[in-house]
């Protein structure tokens, strides 16, 4: 009987390869087979020297592998007794279907660990000097999916003005409707807002403005395949005005201003 | 005249020293003076081999170094030329005060960076097999500083009833408030909680049950030195029952069941 391999569900952080932690590195160094999903950079896979290394999805709008697929991949490489890493964007249990996995390992009677990595919620603000909390300001923040109204409406609806700062993950194309219901719940028309796109990659841009602008705010047609982070709240004003010192130069522009690493 | 030295804002992730990114280890690996705060574990601060380390705070009742001292001694090292890590637990712009450091830096001229760090507020639920978000029940979370009810009554008291996972830092002493408070507000009693102490250590031990049962929850006095992170919503469903297969190993008690890392 071949004993059980086991399966560590990994984040791959925001995308820097530095921004994994140790024990990630390792995992990925160690395995004989990674699952990792499309939007995981070419050189955080690459830290996976000898695994067998498999694309499972997703890139929006594009064929993917099934979620079953990818379970039963994993299911058949651990009861082979492979040592398994299925790489997930940010961490795996934030927005990422994580947690799926997780319970389908569980049924299986796979043995699993979570490494868990930075989610892109946190670290995107974080490039650009944004923190979520600050004392004065923000003693709360609140992450939500973008992707449709069924999954933030409940919170945004609900939630007392300005009461937490709001962090928004894929909700580039449905920011404009974010913006009118904050707005028409009673959040001020002068709220901070920015944008972070391309968060810790080469790409980083922050745009940053009024909660009245956010609507209309468009990436550049050269920006337009990297992901994006929306922050909203009185912590938003930190993006390019005093974010990460040397490292970010800024430029105004109508309805607000960008700027990038540099 | 000295060049400017810089300073890294570090996040030390929740406790193990394999969860810390490769960055942060680098950077205290490379620095010459670091300030840790008080809670951060030793042989986290030991990864600082060569440089002059300084705790500085701030463990609950006990006298800590004042935030203005902290900023004194980061700017002054840093006009001598040093490089400079200040590490702080968990993640710095997470209810840490690294933006306030952030903003002294910048006004003083210093440059400075950010180290992102796995903020307990997603670890700790992570390491008790708990998303905070999972399709079809929970696409948004919410973590409040649990400290004082100013700081979480704003969000709690108007965030529609289960609407978002809520997760609860620094809130042991007042889970009671918070628990009555989410049921006033129209949170079934039964809605699953958890609360996870000292997560991501040697010590971690896992309390799930239900909202009702939260507030009479109390860690063992062996435990009472330990952070704890709450959880309440669906998902918090998954901690001992399903989380990190065979890491767990659970008992029931009346009120909840209990679970150790094993």
Chains 1, 2 share one sequence.
């Not at 984040?11 to 994994?20: N, T």
């Not at 961490?91 to 996995?101: Q, S």
């Amino acid at each position: 009987v071949t004993p059980l391999g086991i399966v560590s569900l990994v984040g791959a952080g925001p995308g820097d390869p530095e921004l994994l932690t140790v024990r990630a590195v390792r995992r990925l160094q160690e395995a004989e087979v990674v699952l990792h999903d499309a939007l995981v950079p070419q050189r955080v896979v690459d830290l996976a020297i000898t695994a067998k290394r498999l694309g499972v999805g997703k890139r929006a709008g594009q064929p993917s592998c099934p979620e079953e697929e990818i379970v039963r991949l994993m299911i058949r490489a651990a009861r082979r007794g492979r040592r398994v890493v299925r790489l997930k964007c940010g961490d795996p249990f934030v927005l990422g279907r994580g947690g799926e996995e997780a319970l389908a390992l569980t049924h299986a009677g796979i043995p699993y660990e979570v490494v868990p990595g930075l989610s892109t919620a946190l670290a995107a603000p974080a490039a650009a000097g944004i923190p979520v909390t600050h004392r004065g300001l923000s003693a709360a923040f609140v992450v939500v999916s973008g992707h449709a109204p069924a999954a933030y409406a409940p919170v945004l609806d609900t939630l007392a003005p300005a009461s937490a700062t709001v962090v928004i993950l894929m909700g580039l194309r449905t920011a404009g409707d974010i913006a009118v219901r904050l707005m028409a719940h009673g959040w001020p028309r002068a709220t901070p807002a920015a944008v972070i796109l391309g968060a810790w990659t080469e790409d980083e841009a922050v745009w940053a403005g009024a909660l009245a602008d956010l609507g209309d705010y468009r990436p550049t047609p050269q920006q337009a395949h990297l992901p994006g982070t929306i922050v909203i709240g009185a912590t938003a004003a930190f993006a390019c005005a005093t974010g990460q010192g040397a490292l970010l130069a800024g430029m105004t522009r109508g309805g607000g201003r960008t700027c990038a690493r540099v």
